[in-house]
Each structure stands twice: as C-alpha cells, then as structure tokens.
C-alpha cells in the first residue's frame, strides 16, 4: 500500500472577497502556517464573523507569519492563542510592537461590545500577553526555516513602517521548488517616512490585495497641496478641522506633514490636537524604530528636527485633557481615532462639530463599507451617534492621496514584471465587485491568470 504525497495547499479563510479579516492558511507535507490573522470590520455581520470558530483547528499551526500590525491583519492573534495556538508569531520589530498596542486598546471595545451582546468577548488582555510570549522579531531579507519543506524571508511593501511583502519557498514532495508572494497591503510609494515598496521579480503564485483596485490616487504633491488649502480655508471660515485617523501610520504621516507646513509658516498657527491615547503610543513605537525610517526622515533627525513635534501641537491622552478641547476656541485642528469614524474620540468631535457648516471633516483613509466614515463620505444628510441624530452640514472633503494602499496603476505594476512567470494571481482583501475589476484588468491586459477566491476556498499548488 503506498502513501499518497501531501500536495502543498492554501486556504482563504479571511480577506477573500471582503477588505478585512485577512487570514490565509498554508498547508505542506511537514507544516502548517498562517498568513495574517486579521479582525473582520466594517458591518455587525462582519464583526460578527470575530466570533465564529476558525475554519482550522489553532493547535496545529505552526506558525504564524504577520504581513503588518493594523487589525484588519492581527486582530484575531490573540483569539488564535485564546483557542489554542502556541507556535511561533513571527514579524518585523516595529509590526510586532505596533500590533501589541492595538490588540490591547481593541480589547476594551471588544469587551463592550460583548457584555451589549450578551457574548464572551472573543479574547481578553490575557490572551494578547501570552500571544506575544510567542513573538519572535525577523528583519528584512532574513531566510527563517519552519520546516524541511518551508522557509520565509520578508520585504518592504512600503505601507506602514515595518509592514511586509512575504515570500514563502515551498519544496514539494517531489523536489521541486514554489515561490508564493503573500502582498500583505502594497504602499502609495513613494510615502513620507517609509521606504520604498520590494519589486518582485518572480513568483509562482502572488496572493495580492485590492482595496483600491478599481481607482487611481491623486499625486503626492496634489495631495500636499489639497491638504495645506483645507487647513488654510477651514482656518480663514473659523472653523474645526477634523480628521478622523488610523493611529498606525496616517497619524504620524499627517504629523509629520504638520510638521513641515508650520515650521516653513505655510500655515497659520493654531492648535493641534492629537486626541488619541493610541495614536500617541504608537508615536512614541515610531520613535523606537527610526532605523526603518527613509533617507530624508533619517537626513532631518540627524539635523536635530523633532519630526514629531512644532508649535501649537497638544498631545490629549487622558479624557479630561480630551473634554478641554471644546473650551479652544476655533479655529483648531483636532486629530482622533478611529479612522473610520467606527468609535474612538473622533465621534464626539464629529457630534459636536458636524453640523456647522463653517467646519471640515478631512477623511485621509480607507472607509470600509457600513463604517460611519464610508456613511458620511457617500452623502447621507443625518448620521447618529451616541444617541443623537446630528446633521451633516460641515464640508467633507477627501483626500485619497493619503492613503497607504497602492492604487490600482500601482498594483498593476508591481504585478507585470511577473506575467510570464505567474501560474495564479489570487486577488484578495477588497470589496467583491473591486477584487473582480481588478482581476479583469490583470486577465485582460497582462494575460495572467486571476481568481478571486471565497471564504473557505482551497487550492492545490502545482
């Protein structure tokens, strides 16, 4: 009786067909891994998915591979280890540290969110410390062996500092060797403070995002542009600018931004507030990791600029500070979490401030579908929050420039340097529709063959 040869597998079980709850699931003949494992967003459904049993048992997993920290890729890693995971967590220095302070702010809202429902919270501060007694730091371009038949190396993809591209060697029983690419999210290089996006040369399977794979970004110095004529007419009107912000990355990347504008006098002064308890941890993370900073941050640093701080900036992390921001008169700038206005201290602001038209909402990010952002963004006249019904009367402006996601054009090409070589491109964390136009322009113009894959599906790579 002969043994059947176990043929390497991969298994969508987050991100596929939705922006969110990345989680992909290797499978050879000596390992199982994950790529990501990340939290659902966006609608009740979709959170409601954060609860549900993983589609593998968490015991057997070997290890753990962490493209990058925002939740949308870590936020079930304690769940994981709630549920019985205790292989190794590997990640870059800054993602690992990043997602640490994010699954531990998630936690109090999960925690709510779960006594609302009559639930169990699906993890709880314990299981994030002991996820990360499993944490083992890997630089770029370090080769880690997980088995005889796996090992790993991590690239740059530019989207937050430390984030990862991940290339995963297989050997197959019979020798040969398969190179799949897992993007993570691909950046908007060139992007303040970060380095350049990893070009790959070949692959035998890409496993690609989408979020903005149906559209293009305004150039950086547009963007630049736009954002110095928001600050300047929402100032001259007298009015609060808000900007609902990711504490990872778009924080630092709009502070660092502020800092140029006010330290050149392109903008008048007035106060800055960083109302987010999170945002200024991860402020401090940054400061730990300037190695993985680019050439110009680190050129300023070495001339003695505090690239984090200037004139009229306030840092707000206890409520009362919080609360005494209503007694600044405008005009003011006030910049709080989350960044799709789904909770966090942006929504006080927003009820306080939306309904004066004299006032700016400056939306800076992706904005999920169902997510109160993605509400306002599309038009809606009334939005509630915390109990009131308040008018939308302010100006909403968007700059998608700001985005960490590379645009469509970007994500074409990276691609086209592999279409000779590419057996299978899965298109993966964007909206369905999105993922599907992407993957007709990637069919259609670099005759490479697409799949956008369904939750739970599986694949055979040859």
């Keep these: 009786m002969t043994t059947k040869k176990k043929e390497p597998t991969l298994t969508f079980c987050g991100g596929a067909g939705v922006v969110t709850g990345a989680c992909y699931l290797l499978e050879t003949a000596h390992a199982k891994i994950l790529v990501d494992c990340g939290m659902f967003q966006g609608s009740r459904f979709a ?56 699954l531990i702010d998630s936690e109090h809202v999960i925690a709510t969110e779960a006594k609302h429902s009559g639930k169990e919270p699906f993890y709880t501060i314990k299981d994030v410390e002991g996820a990360f007694t499993l944490a083992k730091p890997t630089e770029y371009g370090k080769v880690v062996n997980i088995s005889e038949d796996l090992f790993f190396r991590m690239q740059d993809a530019g989207h937050i ?15 040969k060797q398969i190179k799949t690419v897992f993007t993570g999210d691909l950046g908007n290089s060139p992007a303040p403070l970060l380095g350049d996006t990893y070009e790959e040369k070949e692959a035998d399977y890409i496993v690609i995002e989408s979020a903005y794979g149906d559209r293009m970004h305004g150039q ?37 931004e502020l800092n140029e504008l006010v330290e050149n006098n392109r903008i008048p002064k007035v106060p800055v507030f960083i109302d987010s308890p999170l945002a200024i941890k991860i402020t401090e993370i940054y400061k730990r990791h300037s190695s993985y900073y680019d050439d110009e941050a680190k050129r300023l640093l070495r001339s003695g600029d505090e690239i984090f701080n200037f004139p009229g900036l306030r840092f707000t992390p206890t409520v009362e500070e919080s609360k005494h921001i209503n007694d600044v008169p405008a005009p003011k700038i006030i910049m709080a979490g989350s960044g799709m206005s789904q909770g966090g201290r942006i929504t006080y602001h927003e009820r306080l401030y939306l309904s004066d038209p004299k006032n700016t909402l400056l939306i800076i990010g992706f904005q999920v579908r169902g997510s109160l952002g993605r509400r306002i963004l599309d038009g809606e006249p009334m939005v509630r929050i915390h109990g009131s019904d308040v008018p939308v009367r302010a100006r909403i402006v968007q700059i998608s420039g700001y985005s960490a996601h590379a645009d469509q054009q970007q994500l074409y090409n990276w691609l086209a340097p592999m279409r000779m070589k590419v057996k299978k491109v899965f298109i993966v964390q964007g909206e369905e529709e999105v993922a599907q136009t992407f993957g007709r ?14 939750l739970g599906e599986k694949f055979v790579l040859e």
């Design 220 to 256: 950086e110095r547009e963007r630049k542009d736009v954002f110095e004529d928001v600050i300047e007419e929402t100032i001259a009107a007298g009015g609060v600018l808000m900007i609902p912000s990711f504490a990872t990355e778009r924080s630092q990347e709009i502070l660092y």
């Design 47 to 102: 959170e409601d998915l954060n609860s549900e049993p993983f589609l593998f048992d968490p015991k057997v997993i070997d290890a753990l591979l962490v493209t990058h920290a925002h939740i949308d890729h870590t936020g079930r890693i304690a769940k994981l280890y709630h549920d019985g995971f205790r292989g190794v967590i590997y990640g870059t220095p800054p993602t690992l540290d990043f997602a640490k302070e994010l």
């Design 441 to 454: 322009v990637v069919m259609d113009q670099l005759a490479m063959q697409t799949v956008v894959p369904k």
């Design 161 to 175: 500092l430390g984030s990862s591209i991940i290339e995963i060697f297989i050997t197959t029983p019979e020798g």
